[in-house]
Every structure is written in C-alpha cells, then in structure tokens.
C-alpha cells in the first residue's frame, strides 16, 4: 500500500522519469531537426530549463518554502566551470590576478564539473543552514538576499570573475545527449524524493509544520538535506548552461532567468514533477511565441509593430492569473504516472495476536509546572502524572490553562520552571526527539497534513516509530504496518482520500491514529470531542480505547466535557486558573463542589 | 428586535452552530450559555458578519444582516464586544474610543459620549492619554464595553466578558453589564459563568454541541442541578 | 573631520530616501500583508511620467505632481487588479503575485518606450552645490534631506490626527477588530496603497534629481532591495522601524563605500543583503527589537 521504501521510491522515479524524458526529448529532438541550429539550441536551453526548474522543485514543492535564490547557485556552477575550463592563456588576460593561482589552471570539463558541483553543494548547505530554520515570507527573502549577493559578486570580484563583462573560453559541447542524460537523472532523483519516505516528511511539514514536528520530523534537517541537493541540481543546469554558450555573464543570471524559472513552475505546479516539466514547455513555447510577435513579424497581408518585451508581459500576467486563479498550477499535486497506477485497498489488514508482549510503556510525570504569558500566569505550579498505560483526564473551564498544559508536556512550550520526566529521563528540548521517545498529541484545531493521503499522514508516524533509535526508548514497542494501522482506526477504506477531504469524526480518528502509530508511552489528546455530539463522542471514546489497546500506551485527555471524562479516564485532574484544584476518581470528581463551581461558575464573591 | 432563524455555521468541515434559532426582545438582557466548543462565540460572530454563515437567517430590526460586512453591521447599531477584548495596544484609550466613534454622524454628541464615559470609567478618564496596551485585564475589558458603547448600540453582544479575570474584576464586570441593562440597552451575552449571567439575565439559551439544548428564565432553567444536566449531556 | 561631516550629510541623504521608501513598504505590509515587490515599478512610473510630461513640454514643477499622481494611481490600480483578489492567500502567493505584477510593468515600459534609459531634464540648480564651512553639500542632498523630513512630520500628523490614520493604525494592529468599530476594509487598503505610492512617487524625484533623470524600465529595482533591507533591519511590519532602518542602512552604506579597500567597493550592496540574512536568523523581529505585527 505505501511505496515509500527505498527500492519502491527509486522504481516509481524510474518510470515517472521514463514517461516525462520520452515525450520532452522527443519533441526537442523534433523541434531540433526541424528548425536548424537555433531550433536545436533552443530546444537545448528547454532542457536546461527543465533541469534547473524540477531542480527547484525538489525543495520548493515538498518543503513549501519558495525560493527565489535557486538561479544563484547555477551562476556559481556556471562561473566556476568557466574559471576552471576556460585556457590559461584567455584567464591570464581576463583575470590575471585570480586569487589560489586560478589563473594558470585548466581542468577537464568532467573534472571541473565534479568539482563544480561540489562548491555548489557546499555553498547549498551553508545558505540551507540559514534557510532551515526560516517559514514563508523570511525564507523567501533570505534566498533572494543569497541571489543579489551572488550577482554582486560576480559583478564585483573582478580579480575572480572578470566583473560585469562576458567571461568567454568555456569548451563548448552542442551535443544534447549530455543535457538529456543529465536531465534524466535530476527526473529520477526529483521523482524518487517525492516517493520515498523522507520526502513524504518533509511534504508533512509543507502542510503543517508544527505538526509535523510534533510527530517526530526533523524539519529543519530534511529542509536542508533537500535545500541541498536541488542546489546541486541548479548547480548542474548552470553548469550546462555554461558549456552550451561557451560563455557567461552575470547579467545570464540575475532576475530575468528568476523570473521565468518562477513562473514555469508555478504555472505547471510546484508540488508536482509532471507540472514543473509542463510549466516549462509551456512558457518555453508562450516566450517563443510572444517573443516572434515583439520582433514584428511579417504576416503577409500586415506586419505587426516591434513590441520588444512583449514576452515579458505574457510572463508577468500568467503569473498573476496562476496565482489568482489556481495557485497550485496546472497538475496540482498530480503526477504523470497517476495515469496508470490502480491502488487497491486491501480488505483488511489484522494485527496478528502473537505481537509482541514484552513491552512497557513509561509514565509521565509533570513537576511543579509553571508558565507566564507577560506577567499572566498561565500555568502555576502543575504537578502530575500518567501511569503506565493509564488513562488519565485533565478537565477545567475555558481560560483555565489546559492548552498550555498541553503545550508544556508535549515539548511546544518550554516550562518557565518544573520538570517533565518520561520514565527517568527528561522531557528532549527539540520537539521532533519528543515523538521520538514516544510521547505524541492531537491538537484541539486538528492540525492533518490536509493534502497527504489518509495512508500517507499515518505513513509519517510509522516511518518515525521504525527509525528511532531503541536506546531512546528503552525497551522496543510492537511494529505494525501502516495497513495495520489504518484496519485498526477503521480507516482502510479511507486510505487514498486526502486527509483534508474527510469527515470531521473521521478528521479527529485519523489524527488519533497518526499519535497512536509513535507513541509507545503517552499520548496527548487535546479537546478530542470539542463540537461533537453524543452519537459522534461514542465513537470516538472508541478510537481512544483501540489506541490505548494497540500497544497500552497511557493516554492524558484534556477536555472541558465533563461527561465525556469520567464515562473513559481512571483518574482526573481538574485545572482552574493554572492550578489543579482536585485530583481523583471519576466518583470523587463527579461529586467534588469544587469542580461545580469551577464549571458553571459561583455566586457572588 | 434580532431573530436568529435556523442559523449553520461551518469551519472546514466542522458544523460549529448546527441550525439554531433564537430571539431578543428590545430591553432585554438574555445570556447565551453553555460549554466550550457549544457555538456560542461562533453565533455571535455570525451575527457581526465576522464568520459568514452556510445556511439560516439573521434579521435584525427587520433587516437580514447575515453576510453583510462587519463595518456594515456595526452602523446599524448591532455591535460586538469580541472575545478576548481586542483592545488596539498601540492606540492610546481615548483613541481606541474615538476610532469606534468615527461611524456616528453627529460628531458633537459622540464627543459628549466620549466625555461621559471617561467619567462613567474613571480609570479610562485617567489613563486617556496613555497607550491600551498598559492597561490591566479589568481595566481593558471597561475600555472594550466603553469602545462598544461608543458606537451607540441598539444591540450590544458581549462575548465572554468575565474570561481570564479575577473574582473581584469579574463582579465588577457584572455590575456594569446590569447598570447597562438598567440605561434600556439590549444585550444578548455570552458567559460561561451560568451561575452569575442567570442572576441578571432576563432569560436565557442554554447551547451545546452546536444546538440550543434548553432555554427559559433562571426560575425555569431551574436549579444549579438541571443546569449542570444541560451543560453536561444526559450522560452525567 | 570636515570629511566625517561631509560623509554623515551623505549618509542622511541616502538614509532620507531609504526611509521614504521603506515606509512605503511597511505601510502596505503593515495592513495588507503583503511583502510588494512591483512597489519598485512605482518609482519606475513616476519616472515614465515625469519623462512623458517633459516630452509635453510640461515645467518641472507640473512634472512632479503629475509623476507622484501616476504612482498613487498606479498603487491603487495594482491593489485594484492584481492584489485584491490574493488577500487572503498566504504571503508566499502575494509575493509571487508581485512578482508578476513587476514583471508586467516593467515589460510595459519596455514595450512602449524602450528598454534603453532616457533622460528627463532636471532643473539646473539641483546640480549646483552649497559650501558651508569647508563642507559642499549639493543642492538634491538638500532637497532630500528637507523633503523627507517634511513628508514624515506630515504623515506622522495624518497619523495620528486623522481620522484615516487612525483608521490605518488599528487596521495594522488588528484588522478584524478595527473592522468590528466600523473601520472600512476596503477604504483603508486602498489608502495604504495611496499612501504608498505617494512615497514611492516622491521618492522617485529625489532619485531623478540625484541621477541626473535617467529612467528606465528595471529602475525600480535597486531602490525596492533597498527597502526590502531597511524593513528587515526596522522590523517587519513596523512604520518607525523601517524609517529608522532607512536611516541605519544609508549610514551603514556610506560607512562601507568609505571604509572597504577600493578594489571592492562594489561588494558594499553585497555586504549588506548578508547582513540582512544575519538579521533575519538571529532576530527575525529586526534590530530595533520591534514584535512584528501580522495581520490576524
């Protein structure tokens, strides 16, 4: 059911590469054959396009953070295969002074290209380290902040790059097998990421990145990894951009080639490989278009005025309407091979009775809590704990603290004072370790990872819980399938739907199989029955029950229904004003005035 | 003077107010209660064009206000006091006051207004001057209802006036929501201190889950017990 | 220390239209959310039109009102036609639509004019200079210098006197809320964006007359990075923050052309978009350590 093991995810790169590259090398094979050498090279930069735009894509599309900055890492592919192929007789003119004695060396063009590569590939990771931790808006400003450093550069460092003016000497190579080899090899690796399992976390973060924290994912890890590699693509393009003029130029790549890379992929899609290679024939053939209709033809009966620029507002108007009208492009999330693929929902999948036994969830215990919001106090002085596989309910009016509660414990917050112990060890500071020692949570918005799968939001956890360390946990929880999973949250059928598609019952329950699939020891539910009536809270408290009977995992509730709370919990805490004012029993609660008043409110003071 | 006939109100796929009506008469103070997450909030702020209703009616003096825009609803003298105040921090309390004054038409007799409740709220005639944002939880929640005021309601809709306060403050609050009442101002509140809101409420709606499960005077909701069994479901 | 005075009048000269621009920005950032890339090509329009108006045969003074007229239009229009439709689509997609929303100006210029710069006559006495004590100070430091200090003690008044600044000012803070009070939202948008483009208008003959009128169609470019980098330095979103970061980023860019060997002077833009990066990891509030206000 879920293709993200590693020989799946390469196998659907393969075939998704083979049915994007045949059409695309065709049709530039084609154009090439029939329009002569401007046809030939035209159809060559196409492909250049391609590489540099599914390049872009590989971190734009699964991490959401658009970046404007990827042209910056072709141009120092593109210069540092010019300084490095280029003849010492033309470098001894141009850049005499080359700092490292550049100017006297001459590399092969595969060797300078490796070597290329690898300077892109440092220079990608250290902008990805600034990236990483950045969402939205800074990311994309830090990124075009990277691109007008590049330029500057290049325009400036005379002594390296020969300034403002052409650097020409480059060994040419026309031939596009190499573009077309080189292109197949970014689809494969493009195609395969989104597939494979490390994709699919980063795509969790795209949709929700606290959530996706929440649930184990390194997020800034797996952005720079993919930051990485599609500089490393970018890199390539330049670099073959390079070799096909046989000269660069700062000015080759600046804002113009930005712009257009951003619109090929926004109008093909940029969460889709199909879509970014889409976008890139598409507004190849607009530019072609509208860049003959700017150079005045000759139409027989009239010739057309000059309209020079003319391509350039075709650019910037499709982008307005894409953005307008469907800011997810063409495809979408949408991917070439969905033509063929059948996906067949298995029956059933049931966890098989001799699972392993031996495990033993560790407790959660909360000491001396407290939390200030400037100057409220949020949270004062919360202490408690959740046995072993107890279940454990935390009820208090609106305003009383329990969300913060909740943020604390599942490692969202740090405490201002207190402890949070799970077993003997504390609480891991960096929220993704904190599913890691199987401690997870729902939230009280619901926070899916809306465009995923049913399949796919499950998958993220499982991933988590089959790579975490064993030394983090102890002992070694039960393993199940992600069909298993979903047979046991009743979900299976649900499988393919997009998570953001379901019912609202069904929303909560697959939120609750998500936290169930990694946390072994605790599970945080916050408000799960919140706007739920009777017939729906029934349901649910047995979603809560399958979850605590998949591995015995304790489970704290924090609800304001009171109800809801003593019909499922063993004990009970009630929280008011950040403090908790009664610990007990159903029984005791139920009958504790205390908790009355915290409810509906007291008589006058 | 407001109908609320069968009103819907979704987020996502979540039915927060699933087809309730209900009514406020002129002159009358009625409290809307109930648990977190019952709809409440969300029917208010359909009411004020804030959330924009899947299905039902909102008439308010004979006018169907539902999808209209929060700007618009405020002139016709329908006005909301938010959840969590929403004071504006950076402008200074008489600010606040005057920005919520700029809809009325007669400038002097806002400006009257202005004066008298500086006087009506000593601590915001004290503070005019100063930023809101340096004001405590009770003296922001005097400058929310004062802000109100200022755009000479014929409906004021209070949301959770009391959250977050201390005991003190809270009865404070109340006082002045009955003194309001006392002036001739209709109110329909939101409170999750039933207790409280019944002492001074004319009637009130008992909502949960979406729905309204019970309404009446204090005396016919009845005691604190038939109230909890409404609060809590039939489970309890 | 005549060369320190005179590098300091420098610095406030550049800082003054750093700070004009930079509000521009924040103000429509403040409201609308919206980070406006194609707030460049407003510049670039009230240049075209001043160009246009010399053509006309229009005096100097007729040119200026007409062009800082254009760029008030042409900001109004953009929100009108390309903006309003996105505004409530998360950041990313408003800034790719101002992406666009650049592009098309700009190729729009090319088309119809051309994309080789022009010049539009400047009145002579803007290229003659005043010598105070030793210190030349030439006449455009002046006029920006006076310029900008008027235009902000006006809007700094409009502010806060108004009904419309106040309307502005708590639209920024909490646009629900505002509108709650019966602040309109389509009236305060649209104001920003006047307001925004009557900056990016003055600003634009405060950088004619330091460029001698050279217009052309990517003029808008340098001066919105600019902005970009005094918001980051203000904090986003904040209306003194950015003037301030104005002010900041024209000392620091006098201070690097001053004080880098002169083989790379050109590297002073590219040291200061690595600065912002820092800026934007370690304090993504900005420098000034003003919260940065968002839309809710």
Request: proline share 4%; glycine share 12%; with cysteine.
């Amino acid at each position: 059911m879920s293709s993200h093991t590693g020989w799946q995810a390469l196998k659907v790169g393969v075939i998704r590469a083979l049915l994007l590259a045949i059409p695309v090398v065709i049709l530039a094979l084609g154009w090439g054959a029939l329009r002569g050498a401007g046809g030939q090279r035209l159809a060559t930069v196409a492909l250049i396009n391609i590489v540099l735009v599914v390049g872009i894509q590989i971190f734009v599309g699964n991490s959401g953070v658009v970046s404007f900055g990827h042209v910056g890492f072709a141009a120092v592919g593109a210069y540092s295969m010019a300084i490095l192929t280029s003849p010492p007789m033309v470098k001894r003119a141009r850049i005499p002074d080359a700092p490292f004695g550049l100017s006297g060396v001459e590399l092969t063009v595969p060797l300078a290209a490796v070597v290329s590569l690898i300077l892109v590939a440092i220079v990608g990771a250290f902008v990805g380290v600034v990236v990483m931790r950045l969402s939205g808006v800074s990311a994309s400003i830090v990124t075009l902040a990277f691109l007008i450093v590049v330029y500057n550069v290049l325009n400036n460092w005379t002594a390296l790059t020969g300034g403002a003016e052409a650097f020409y000497g480059i060994p040419q190579s026309k031939s596009p097998w190499v573009v077309i080899a080189i292109m197949f090899v970014v689809l494969i690796v493009a195609s395969a990421y989104k597939s494979s399992a490390t994709g699919l976390q980063l795509q969790a973060s795209r949709e929700d990145e606290l959530a996706a924290s929440a649930m184990g994912v390194n997020v800034p890890g797996l952005r720079l990894g993919a930051f990485t590699m599609s500089a490393v693509a970018a890199g390539a393009a330049g670099i073959l951009l390079a070799l096909l003029l046989g000269a660069v130029n700062p000015n080759d790549f600046y804002l113009n080639l930005t712009f257009i890379t951003v619109a090929m992929l926004v109008l093909g899609g940029k969460k889709s490989v199909t879509g970014a290679v889409l976008g890139v024939l598409v507004i190849t053939v607009g530019d072609e278009i509208f860049r003959w209709i700017g150079d005045g033809p000759n139409l027989g009966f009239a010739s057309l005025p000059l309209l020079p620029g003319v391509n350039g507002l075709f650019l910037g108007i499709i982008i307005i309407v894409f953005m307008v009208w469907r800011p997810s492009g063409i495809t979408g999330n949408w991917e070439i091979d969905d033509l063929f693929r059948r996906r067949k929902v298995p029956e059933s999948a049931p966890i098989p009775d001799d699972r392993d036994a031996d495990f033993t969830p560790l407790p959660l215990k909360a000491d001396d809590l407290r939390k200030n919001f400037s100057g409220v106090k949020a949270v004062d002085g919360v202490t408690l704990t959740v046995g072993s596989g107890e279940i454990v309910g935390l009820i208090g009016p609106n305003g009383a603290g329990k969300t913060t509660v909740m943020n604390l414990l599942s490692g969202i917050l740090p405490p201002d004072t207190g402890t949070i112990l799970i077993g003997d060890r504390a609480l891991p500071r960096q929220l993704h370790l904190v599913a890691r020692r199987g401690v997870a949570r729902t939230f009280q918005n619901i926070r899916l990872f809306n465009e995923l799968t049913v399949a796919e939001n499950v998958e993220v956890t499982a991933h988590v819980a089959r790579h975490r360390s064993s030394r983090a946990l102890g002992t070694q929880p039960p393993r199940f399938t992600v069909p298993q999973l979903l047979d046991h949250f009743d979900l299976l059928p649900l499988a393919y739907r997009s998570a953001g598609t379901l019912a609202y019952g069904e929303q909560r329950r697959l939120e609750i199989a998500r936290a169930a699939a990694v946390g072994c020891n605790v599970v945080l539910l916050d408000e799960p029955v919140a706007g739920m009536n009777e017939v729906e809270s029934q349901s649910l408290r047995e979603s809560i029950r399958a979850l605590h009977d998949l591995m015995g995992a304790g489970v704290l509730v924090v609800d304001h229904d009171l109800s809801f709370i003593l019909g499922l919990c063993q004990r009970i805490y009630v929280l008011d004003a950040g403090r908790i004012i009664a610990e007990g029993t159903p029984d005791e609660i139920a009958s504790n005035p205390a908790v009355i008043e915290a409810y509906i409110g007291s008589e006058r003071t | 003077m407001l109908q609320i006939d069968s009103l819907v109100v979704r987020y996502g796929g979540i039915q927060a107010v699933q087809g309730i009506s209900l009514e406020v008469q002129e002159g009358e103070l009625v409290a809307l209660l109930g648990p977190n997450g019952a709809g409440k909030s969300s029917t208010l702020n359909a009411c004020v064009g804030l959330v924009k209703p899947a299905s039902g009616r909102i008439v308010f003096e004979g006018r169907e206000v539902q999808g209209m825009k929060p700007e618009d609803v405020v002139r016709l003298g329908l006005v909301l006091t938010p959840e969590g105040r929403r004071i504006l921090t950076g402008l200074t309390v008489r600010e606040n006051l005057l920005l919520a004054g700029a809809i009325r038409k007669d400038r002097k007799a806002m400006l009257a207004d202005l004066d008298r409740l500086l006087e009506r709220f000593p601590i915001l005639g004290e503070r005019a001057g100063l930023a809101a944002g340096t004001l405590s939880g009770g003296e922001a929640q005097q400058l929310a209802i004062a802000r109100s005021l200022m755009c000479a309601p014929r409906l004021l809709l209070l949301d959770e006036p009391t959250l977050g306060l201390a005991p003190k403050v809270v009865d404070q609050v109340f006082g002045i929501v009955e003194e309001l009442r006392a002036e001739g101002i209709t109110v329909l509140m939101v409170e999750q201190n039933a207790v409280r809101a019944l002492e001074i409420a004319d009637r009130a709606y008992v909502m949960r889950t979406g729905v309204i499960v019970g309404q009446g005077t204090a005396e016919e909701l009845g005691d604190a017990e038939g109230l909890i069994s409404s609060y809590l479901g039939a489970g309890s | 220390m005549t060369e320190l005075i005179q590098q300091i009048v420098n610095g406030l000269s550049l800082g003054s239209t750093y700070a004009l621009l930079a509000l521009g920005l924040a103000i429509v950032f403040s409201i609308f959310g919206l980070v406006n890339f194609a707030y460049g090509e407003l510049i670039t329009i009230a240049a075209y039109t001043m160009l246009l108006t010399s053509y006309m045969g229009l005096p100097w003074t007729l040119q200026i009102i007409a062009g800082v007229l254009a760029a008030v239009v042409g900001s109004v229009l953009m929100e009108q036609i390309a903006f309003k439709p996105v505004r409530n689509a998360d950041p990313t997609t408003m800034i790719i639509t101002s992406f666009g929303v650049a592009i098309a100006i700009q190729s729009i210029f090319t088309m119809t004019v051309s994309a080789r710069p022009r010049a539009v006559p400047q009145p002579d006495w803007t290229a003659t200079s005043v010598t105070l004590g030793g210190i030349i100070i030439p006449a455009y430091q002046i006029l920006t210098i006076t310029v900008t200090v008027v235009a902000l003690v006006l809007m700094t008044v409009m502010l806060k006197k108004t009904r419309i600044g106040l309307s502005m000012r708590a639209a920024a803070e909490d646009f629900g809320a505002a509108r709650l009070l019966g602040v309109r939202a389509n009236r305060v948008v649209s104001a920003a964006f006047a307001l925004s483009g009557l900056l990016a208008g003055v600003a634009a003959i405060l950088i004619l007359t330091r460029t001698g009128g050279v217009v052309e169609p990517t003029m808008g470019l340098g001066p919105v990075l600019k902005a970009f980098v005094a918001i980051v330095i203000g904090g986003i979103g904040s209306l003194s923050g950015a003037v301030l970061g104005g002010f900041i980023l024209g000392f620091a860019e006098v201070a690097l052309r001053a004080g880098l060997p002169s083989s790379v002077t050109g590297l002073a833009d590219g040291v200061l978009f690595a600065v912002v990066v820092i800026i934007i990891i370690s304090r993504p509030e900005g420098i000034l350590g003003v919260k940065q206000r968002l839309r809710t």
